[in-house]
Nanobody, 118 residues
Framework: VQLQASGGGLVQPGGSLRLSCAASGSIFTIHGMAWFRQAPGKQRELVAGITSKTNTNYADSVKGRFTISRDNAKNTVYLQMNSLKPEDTAVYYC?????????????WGQGTLVTVSS
C-alpha cells in the first residue's frame, strides 16, 4: 500500500490550500485516515482525523479553519485549510489504517510541505 500526498506549497497568511492523499495497492478496507504535521524542531502532531463512518476530530489549533474529508471510491483523504497562519507552516503527512486481506497495518505518505509566509 502506498499513500501519495500532494497540494502543498507557499501561501500568504489568510490564504487557503487543499491537500490530497491517495492510497493505492492491494486495499481491502481503509479504516481511519488522518493528517499529521511536523514543524521544524517540533514533534509530529495530529491535525485532523476521519473514521470510516466520517466522524471527524481536529486539533484545537485548527478547529474552524481546517476541514478533513474522504472519498472512499477514490481511496483519498483531503484537508481543506483556510485562514492559514504562519504557525501552520510544517510538513504535512497523511496516514491511513488499512486492511489488506487478513492483515491490518498503518501507512504514511511521504509528506508535503506547507509554508505560510508573506
Amino acid at each position: 500500500v502506498q499513500l501519495q500526498a500532494s497540494g502543498g506549497g507557499l501561501v500568504q497568511p489568510g490564504g487557503s490550500l487543499r491537500l490530497s492523499c491517495a492510497a493505492s495497492g492491494s486495499i481491502f478496507t481503509i479504516h481511519g485516515m488522518a493528517w499529521f504535521r511536523q514543524a521544524p524542531g517540533k514533534q509530529r502532531e495530529l491535525v485532523a482525523g476521519i473514521t470510516s463512518k466520517t466522524n471527524t476530530n481536529y486539533a484545537d489549533s485548527v478547529k474552524g479553519r481546517f476541514t478533513i474529508s474522504r472519498d472512499n471510491a477514490k481511496n483519498t483523504v483531503y484537508l481543506q485549510m483556510n485562514s492559514l497562519k504562519p504557525e501552520d507552516t510544517a510538513v504535512y503527512y497523511c496516514y491511513a489504517d488499512v486492511s489488506t486481506g487478513s492483515i491490518r497495518n498503518n501507512y504514511w505518505g511521504q509528506g508535503t510541505l506547507v509554508t505560510v509566509s508573506s
